[in-house]
């Protein structure tokens, strides 16, 4: 799970979508098991810019603060856009 939280994911067990908070990595590229990529990025990584204000997934922005796990298998990129304050 540490890997998964240093992202910004969280799975929730039983459920297929994956819950989004604040990422504690910059960046991160993770190779999937059927050969596609996922880009994890992050525009800002402080003590201070805590708060999610928006996350794109390969460009479109999701309304709210998980994704299915079926769209990130197909890989591309997640961004993170951090603020230092709550949305």
Avoid: H, W
């Avoid at 998964?4 to 098991?33: D, R, T």
């Avoid at 479109?60 to 079926?70: G, K, M, V």
């Amino acid at each position: 799970y540490y890997v998964m939280m240093a992202v910004g994911l969280f799975p929730v067990a039983g459920q297929n979508p994956f819950l989004m908070g604040s990422p504690f990595v910059k960046s991160a590229k993770i190779a999937l098991f059927n050969g596609n990529t996922l880009e994890i990025k992050t525009n800002v990584v402080s003590d201070e810019a805590i708060y999610v204000k928006r996350v794109l997934f390969n460009g479109e922005a999701l309304p709210d603060y998980r994704i299915a796990a079926d769209r990130l298998l197909r890989g591309g990129t997640l961004e993170f856009e951090m603020c230092d304050q709550p949305a």
